[in-house]
């Protein structure tokens, strides 16, 4: 492949990523006006890392946890978000994006299509500390913004208070400065019923 040919298949992929812009989400703008699609998450996690880094209980690099950041979702541009607390869903959710991900870092030439795809399943795996750190800000950004819209998301599915302080455990284990807060937020999220108790 020529420089041009190279270009060409970059060129193509980020237009193809464009499609990011479509795919929306269970999780409301926190002014409440309407759904957040992927992009806008993406960036949105990206700030909030920058933001609460120093929370973190180890050393993360900051390059690496951006770039995670700016395409642990790209897959949904053909896989589709699958909400956190769709239990049916997450059932064929691993193939569907696994799918998705050779289909669309396909298109990047090949050490670079590796290397995303690297990224993606390092995101995915959540083992290495920048992915743990990563995946922990993925977990809390829609908590922060179910908090600003009187629990929207989780009304609309009727989730438990079980469920979210299961899905916040990472949140709080890689940055415990937030557990006050979070569970001061599910607590009063349960009073004023906009999480099921239990």
Same mark, same amino acid.
């Given at each position: ?53 120093? !929370? ?21 541009? !053909? ?10 869903? !997450? ?25 995303? !795809? ?81």
């Amino acid at each position: 492949m020529n420089e041009q040919e190279t270009l060409r298949s970059q060129l193509s992929f980020i237009l193809e990523c464009d499609k990011m812009k479509n795919v929306l989400r269970q999780t409301m703008l926190a002014d409440y006006s309407r759904r957040e699609n992927d992009a806008e998450h993406s960036w949105h996690l990206a700030l909030c890392a920058m933001v609460l880094q120093p !929370y973190c209980t180890f050393p993360v690099n900051m390059e690496r946890v951006l770039a995670m950041a700016a395409v642990h979702d790209l897959v949904e541009v !053909y896989a589709g978000d699958t909400f956190a607390y769709d239990v049916k869903g !997450y059932e064929d959710k691993a193939e569907r994006e696994e799918n998705a991900a050779r289909r669309l870092f396909g298109l990047l030439p090949q050490e670079q299509a590796e290397a995303f !795809y690297a990224l993606w399943r390092e995101f995915e795996d959540c083992e290495t500390d920048d992915a743990r750190f990563t995946n922990a800000v993925d977990r809390f950004q829609p908590f922060l913004n179910n908090t600003a819209t009187a629990g929207h998301t989780w009304r609309l599915h009727d989730v438990m208070r079980s469920q979210v302080m299961k899905r916040s455990a990472l949140s709080m284990e890689v940055m415990p400065v937030l557990r006050p807060f979070i569970e001061e937020q599910v607590d009063s999220a349960v009073k004023k019923g906009w999480l099921l108790p239990g």
